[in-house]
């Protein structure tokens, strides 16, 4: 390290089992790898064994900046530290100290020449307390991930995916009488419901987190609807609040890449897992009929 090197510092309140897995998981890292709102990160690899590369795509959501960050391991110790080298030189280290059910993570990173030093600790340590958020959600909640490849225009999938009688014909394969009552636009209350064997409406509580037309959609799970009625406080709801289902579109030489990262407890991580298969299947067959 140099002497112009940062430290920062974060208390993860999760065992370190955990705590690394959110840390060094690519899927992990694309829910937590922006140091604002305004940006995000769409995919990220990581080949986590010395001499492996690490990368992460970050882009702004109004489009007018984005840019890939690289680094390859030069040290790799199973749930205790991990040492990169940037491009241009630079030394990153970041250790994990278990403390019981809790982690403690420290990173130390050569300072750039371009930006205050301050400007630097500041946006990283806010892509760390962005990590910290999310490895704490994921002591009860693990992050699945699908993707399809679909030979049709990324607005013609888009639109298939969210549009209201569409979205019946490939979320049928979670439910028969799966419909949703809302809006796709950001900020917006949503609702994704079912009819039970009884007639009573079934099903989520949620918001559109945001919603960047042909590239993003990120829906934060609320509560539960049970029997009609809106659930979004008390413990039935506890093991869901905050969940997170993103989709995500890029344009192929074929067509569309389409992936699905969504927030599972391990209750419904089986379900999910073969469900979401089958209804992706359905979406590729409707948008390339």
């Known amino acids: 390290m140099t002497k112009n090197s940062i430290t920062i510092k974060a208390l993860v309140n999760a065992p370190v089992q955990i705590a690394w897995r959110a840390y060094t998981n690519p899927v992990a890292v694309t829910q937590w790898n922006f140091a604002s709102d305004d940006w995000y990160c769409p995919t990220a690899e990581n080949d986590l064994r010395v001499g492996g590369k690490m990368k992460s795509r970050m882009e702004a959501k109004d489009g007018s900046f984005g840019f890939d960050f690289e680094a390859i391991y030069e040290e790799v110790i199973d749930q205790k530290k991990l040492a990169y080298g940037l491009a241009d030189g630079r030394k990153v280290v ?15 990173f050569d300072a750039e020449s371009e930006n205050p030093l301050e400007m630097q600790e500041a946006g990283w340590q806010a892509i760390l307390n962005n990590y910290k958020a999310y490895a ?17 225009p990324v607005d013609k999938v888009a639109t298939i995916m969210l549009g209201e009688e569409t979205y019946k014909e490939w979320t049928a394969e979670f439910n028969p009488t799966s419909r949703y009552k809302g809006s796709w636009q950001k900020g917006s209350k949503i609702l994704f419901i079912g009819t039970d064997k009884d007639g009573n409406e079934e099903g989520m509580v949620s918001r559109i987190k945001e919603h960047l037309p042909n590239k993003f959609v990120s829906i934060e799970h609320l509560g539960m609807v049970h029997k009609g009625e809106e659930i979004t406080t008390g413990k039935v709801v506890e093991g869901w609040a905050g ?28 379900y999910f897992s073969e469900a979401w298969q089958r209804a992706l299947k359905k979406l590729k067959q409707i948008c390339e009929a």
């Not at 959600?137 to 679909?150: H, K, S």
């Open 136 to 152: 704490e959600r994921a002591v009860r909640m693990e992050t699945l991930y699908f993707e399809t490849e679909i030979k049709a």
């Open 94 to 108: 970041i250790t994990f100290e278990s403390d019981g059910d809790k982690t403690n993570v420290v990173t130390k």
């Open 243 to 270: 969940a997170l289902e993103n989709y995500s579109f890029a344009e192929t030489k074929t067509g569309t890449k389409l992936w699905v990262t969504l927030d599972s407890n391990e209750e419904y991580k089986d």
